[in-house]
């Protein structure tokens, strides 16, 4: 009876061992498996640089006053004096080597009563853009005083202080873009580093995706003023790098 209850305890013990290895060969070739399988992900990965712009625009408009938006008819002689007003503020805008060529219209504006149409006044269409960089500031300051004082000899016409906003140019807005692209793959390889020692593996960068266009933001972007004045703005890039560890 004895010796039948040590056989029974030395098979029970063989079969623990038997199972336990089996489960130990198991995890290990589980952990073994997944080691040797590759990793693949994507990182979004974005920068960004603050700068100054290297220019300015602005739009000048000039608008009928009071007396001409009301009035439903023009007589020869004051449309001969606002014509030549106006064709006066064009060549002052030619003549200032900042501005885009432009034209004007003097169209009558309708309002309807009981269905029929009917001319309530006149309305001026002046509108020109202007362009210029920090070296040509004084030639748009001396555009709008020379305007000024051509449209406030005239009553039907009148213009407001232009609003002016910052810009960039093609070559300055580049060569940011060149710093961001530098700087995003050199984030992308320094993460390609990191990812090996975090991860314990040979992690590699495969692409850089720059897919997505620059983004440039103002802190201020208008202001209604004479002169101009300047801020910094924020040009961003992104770009989706992809990487594989092993």
């Not at 602005?58 to 020869?76: F, H």
């Not at 232009?162 to 710093?179: D, G, V």
């Amino acid at each position: 009876m004895l010796n039948l209850l040590f056989k029974s305890l030395f098979a029970l013990a063989v079969l623990v061992v038997f199972i336990a290895g089996v489960v130990f060969d198991a995890k290990f070739l589980s952990q073994d498996q997944f080691s040797d399988k590759e990793l693949k992900f994507n990182r979004l990965i974005q920068e960004s640089m603050d700068f100054i712009p290297d220019g300015f625009s602005a739009s000048i408009n000039i608008e009928s006053a009071n007396s001409l938006r009301t009035k439903t008819q023009i007589a020869p002689d004051e449309l001969e004096i606002i014509t030549a007003t106006l064709d006066k503020a064009l060549n002052l805008t030619k003549d200032s080597q900042i501005c885009k060529a432009a034209t004007y219209s003097i169209e009558p504006s309708y309002s309807y009563n009981d269905g029929a149409r009917i001319i309530s006044g006149q309305l001026v269409n002046f509108n020109v853009k202007c362009e210029f960089d920090k070296q040509n500031i004084q030639k748009y300051e001396e555009l709008i005083t020379a305007l000024n004082s051509l449209i406030k000899n005239n009553e039907f016409i009148t213009m407001n202080l232009p609003a002016i906003s910052q810009s960039s140019s093609n070559l300055l807005k580049t060569q940011n873009s060149e710093i961001l692209h530098s700087k995003i793959l050199n984030t992308a390889i320094s993460k390609a580093e990191s990812y090996s020692k975090e991860l314990n593996k040979n992690c590699l960068l495969n692409s850089v995706d720059f897919s997505t266009p620059s983004r440039i933001e103002a802190y201020a972007n208008l202001k209604s003023a004479a002169t101009p004045t300047e801020s910094k703005h924020t040009q961003t890039l992104s770009a989706l790098a992809t990487y594989s560890c092993k």
